[in-house]
C-alpha cells in the first residue's frame, strides 16, 4: 500500500518527494537511474544523427555565393531517406540548434521538394 498512489490512507500513500515546478529536479528522472541513462544515450543518438544529416548536406549540396552550402529538400530526401526515414524530424532538430535554415514549419515530401535547405 506505501507505493499504491489511490490508496485511501493517506499516512501509508506515497508522496512524491519533487512536485513543485520551480524545483530544477521537477520532471527528471532520478539521478543515476536506468531512465536517466537512456535518456542521454537517446540524446546522444539523435546528436549524431544531426551531425550526419549536415554531412550529406555538405556532400550532395552546392555552394551559393554566400559560401554556404544549399541543397533542396527533394534532393536531400532522397539522398537521406536510405539512411534514415526521420529526415524531416532530424532537420528540424537540426535547425532548432542553429546549423540549418529553409522556409516553413514543415516539410512535406513532394509539395515542399523544391525548398532549398541551407547549412548554416
Known amino acids: 500500500q506505501r507505493k499504491n498512489p489511490f490508496s485511501n490512507d493517506d499516512r ?3 508522496k512524491p518527494a519533487h512536485t513543485q ?8 528522472p532520478p539521478e ?3 531512465t536517466e541513462q537512456r535518456g542521454k544515450d537517446a540524446h546522444s543518438h ?12 555538405r556532400r550532395t549540396g552546392e555552394v551559393g555565393e554566400d559560401g554556404h552550402v544549399s541543397v533542396t529538400f ?3 530526401f532522397e539522398t537521406y ?4 526515414n526521420k529526415v524531416v524530424g532530424i ?14 514549419e514543415m516539410l512535406w515530401q513532394g509539395k515542399d521538394d523544391d525548398v532549398v ?3 548554416l
Do not use: M, W
Request: net charge positive.
Open 21 to 28: 515546478r520551480g524545483d530544477p529536479t521537477y520532471g527528471r
Open 12 to 14: 501509508l500513500a506515497s
Open 74 to 76: 527533394g534532393q536531400l
Open 117 to 119: 535547405i541551407t547549412l
Open 46 to 57: 539523435v546528436g549524431k544523427e544531426v551531425e550526419e544529416l549536415c554531412l550529406i548536406i
Open 81 to 84: 531517406v536510405t539512411i534514415s
Open 32 to 34: 543515476g537511474s536506468r
Open 91 to 104: 532537420l528540424l532538430r537540426a535547425r532548432k540548434h542553429g546549423l540549418v535554415h529553409f522556409e516553413g
